[in-house]
């Protein structure tokens, strides 16, 4: 009787070495795991689809009570040769001799910033509130190196405007159709949250410049107690498509909270 009560003893005891020598290989796994996570940096890729996420889910919970935004700033640096003056922003390699490698480099990040924040599905990402409020994301400071600043000082809006809408992104619509819902630069109507901010009528590249995107969440005299019907009454100028602005001139929008994080 004692020696197979010994036996019992011994085969629970095995069961439970079995038990941890899984658990430490699981563990170890999950560090291997981390490890080429770390490795492949694929941080930039992911705070990107984050921010979409974080802004969909707002779509999917009544009343926007998801909590805040998991949504950062994408800092760039549009670069010919040279490093820019700002070391911890991200390089974007052109080719300087292609001055739509400069335009191109700025309308990818304004499609990248649209995207993220629901193009034109109006997902009510900021949350319905009484009262004037308008919500701005600060999407991507983009700067570029000295040879871009000596090559080209200046890039008018006109000729940015008509590269969006002469050049095609990804998919099957230019970069202006997709933007802002127009086919001519010329029908491009400035937003008034925005306007004040574009001081100039053309990108200096000696500046620092902020894609700004965003929302006009105010209900103030609508008498509207539900979401839903909130969003269907609000029209195309609620959503504050993505402008170019120089960075200094930030305060000059008529945003009243930024829901990015630096």
């Known amino acids: 009787m ?3 009560r010994e036996n019992k003893m011994y085969k629970k005891g095995e069961l439970t ?5 899984g658990l430490i290989v699981l563990i170890a796994s999950f560090v291997i795991l981390l490890y080429f996570l770390f490795i492949l940096d694929l941080s930039g890729t992911s705070n990107a689809e984050i921010c ?3 802004v969909l889910l707002k779509d999917k919970i009544p009343g926007g009570v998801s909590g805040p935004l998991d949504c950062r700033t994408n800092y760039v640096c549009v670069s010919g040769s040279e490093d820019c003056a700002s070391e911890d922003f991200s390089k974007i390699s052109i080719n300087p001799v292609n001055k739509d490698e ?16 629901g193009g034109d599905n109006k997902i009510m990402y900021a949350g319905a509130v009484k009262g004037a409020k308008k919500f701005c994301a600060v999407c991507s400071i983009i700067e570029f190196d000295r ?5 080209y000082p200046e890039i008018s809006y006109s000729e940015f405007y008509s590269y969006l809408g002469r050049t095609s992104e990804e998919g099957s619509l230019s970069y202006l159709k997709y933007l802002y819902a127009i086919d001519n630069p010329t ?4 937003q008034e949250e925005v306007s004040d901010a574009i001081t100039q009528d053309k990108i200096l590249t000696n500046q620092k410049y902020s ?3 965003g929302i006009d969440a105010n209900i103030v005299d ?5 979401e839903a019907n909130f969003i269907n009454i609000l029209g195309d100028d609620e959503w504050i498509r993505v402008y170019l602005i120089p960075t200094s001139e930030t305060s000059k929008t008529q945003c009243q909270e930024f829901i990015t994080k630096a």
Do not use: H, P, Y
Request: proline share 0%; glycine share 2%.
């Open 2 to 4: 004692k020696e197979k």
């Open 17 to 21: 070495t079995a038990q941890l020598v």
């Open 52 to 54: 979409r996420n974080s």
């Open 102 to 117: 400069i335009m191109k480099s700025i309308a990818d990040e304004m499609v990248s910033c649209w995207w993220q924040f």
């Open 147 to 151: 040879e871009i600043q000596e090559k």
């Open 187 to 190: 029908e491009l109507k400035i």
């Open 211 to 213: 894609l700004i995107t």
């Open 222 to 226: 609508l008498g509207l107690s539900e």
